[in-house]
């Protein structure tokens, strides 16, 4: 019996090796920027809304432009059908946050989908949740009356 020649197995083997430990790679690096595309939206939105919020002339139009100014940061970002959740709390006023001293706290609550990765189980696509806070003293941006 002859021995079977090894020749060019190595570059097989390298090729198949690359692909099995490429390709993982790809997808973390894929998913960490879309989290970070994500957690920079969500910063920006939290910011945008507590700065709209602070310029409102009341609560509810503080709100409403809260929200309409979140949904907007995001879009910015090209997050554009993710959800969104605003909670506004005032402190030391919470039923009136246009009064003297109050400081206005925006948290935004979203989740992006992970890429490239299926439905599994029926579970609907993998997403990472994210959030941010940001507080406004209402005299900042305005002057206080």
């Given at each position: 019996m002859r021995a079977r020649s090894q020749r060019g197995s190595g570059l097989v083997e390298m090729v198949w090796l690359s692909l099995i430990l490429l390709l993982p790679l790809l997808w973390i690096v894929l998913a960490a920027f879309e989290v970070q595309r994500?957690?920079?939206?969500?910063?920006?939105?939290?910011?945008?809304a507590a700065r709209a919020y602070a310029l409102a002339p009341n609560d509810v139009a503080g709100?409403?432009?809260?929200?309409?100014?979140?949904?907007q940061a995001l879009?910015?970002?090209g997050l554009h059908d993710v959800p969104v959740r605003v909670r506004i709390t005032c402190s030391?006023?919470?039923r009136d946050c246009h009064n003297g001293t109050?400081?206005?706290?925006v948290r935004v609550e979203s989740a992006v989908t992970l890429p490239l990765l299926p439905d599994v189980l029926g579970a609907g696509a993998p997403?990472?949740?994210?959030?941010?806070?940001?507080?406004?003293?209402?005299?900042?941006?305005q002057e206080v009356r």
């Open positions: 994500g957690s920079f939206g969500v910063s920006g939105a939290a910011r945008a709100r409403e432009r809260a929200a309409a100014v979140a949904r879009a910015d970002q030391p006023y919470p109050s400081v206005i706290t997403t990472f949740q994210l959030s941010s806070v940001h507080a406004v003293p209402i005299g900042r941006y």
